[in-house]
T-cell receptor, first 116, second 114 residues
Framework: AQTVTQSQPEMSVQEAETVTLSCTYD???????LFWYKQPPSRQMILVIR??????QNATENRFSVNFQKAAKSFSLKISDSQLGDAAMYFC?????????????FGKGMKLTVNP | KAGVTQTPRYLIKTRGQQVTLSCSPI?????VSWYQQTPGQGLQFLFE???????NKGNFPGRFSGRQFSNSRSEMNVSTLELGDSALYLC?????????????FGSGTRLTVV
């Protein structure tokens, strides 16, 4: 079974600074994907970044990057130059391919506050 | 292109009633998944449909059911509502293998059971 753990329920960061959100996961599968989703008050889950487990290179999307430590089963998200619009709930998730049908397993989420 | 559309956005129902929620995926997406989000349990997978067939199901009682139509639109039904069914119900669509292509979520339906 897959599990995803986000141990920090809340964090805050000053505008323009850098913040790192932590996530650990557990799976017995060798082929899996990891995701960070953002959920603003609008409620829509927005994909921030995705990492394929077989790729050693850490994924990057503009100001967002991950530190994927496969052996440690750690998948942290770094937000650089934080903006007010980054304030939201952030969810770490995993998915294991199952013949075309997969489900996302989410962590409990973390509330990020960005202070002006 | 239009995103994932969920209707209605808000719903208030009484215990014992039934409810149907709707999800229209992104055009061309054939897979639709449903998730329940509550403060206590977080986000939990309900089921996934692809080409009108349920391919995967989460650990929810039989009161929760769904279906998908030939145009890929999906509905989720909850019968005999309980107070604990109050939640945000999110659906997500994907073009094929969700993990590889990514999932696009709607803004959810907020269901309140009184």
């Amino acid at each position: 079974a897959q599990t995803v753990t986000q141990s920090q329920p809340e964090m805050s960061v000053q505008e323009a600074e850098t913040v790192t959100l932590s996530c650990t996961y557990d799976t017995s599968e060798s082929d899996y994907y990891l995701f960070w989703y953002k959920q603003p008050p609008s409620r829509q889950m927005i994909l921030v970044i995705r990492q394929e487990a077989y790729k050693q290179q850490n994924a990057t999307e503009n100001r967002f990057s991950v530190n994927f430590q496969k052996a440690a089963k750690s998948f942290s998200l770094k937000i650089s130059d934080s903006q007010l619009g980054d304030a939201a709930m952030y969810f770490c998730a995993s998915a294991v391919p199952q013949g075309g049908s997969e489900k996302l397993v989410f962590g409990k989420g973390m509330k990020l506050t960005v202070n002006p | 292109k239009a995103g994932v559309t969920q209707t209605p956005r808000y719903l208030i129902k009484t215990r014992g009633q039934q409810v149907t929620l709707s999800c229209s995926p992104i055009s061309g997406h054939r897979s639709v998944s449903w998730y329940q989000q509550t403060p206590g349990q977080g986000l939990q997978f309900l089921f996934e449909y692809f080409s009108e067939t349920q391919r995967n199901k989460g650990n929810f009682p039989g009161r929760f059911s769904g279906r998908q139509f030939s145009n890929s639109r999906s509905e989720m039904n909850v019968s005999t509502l309980e107070l604990g069914d109050s939640a945000l119900y999110l659906c997500a669509s994907t073009a094929g293998t969700g993990a590889a292509y990514g999932y696009t979520f709607g803004s959810g339906t907020r269901l309140t059971v009184v």
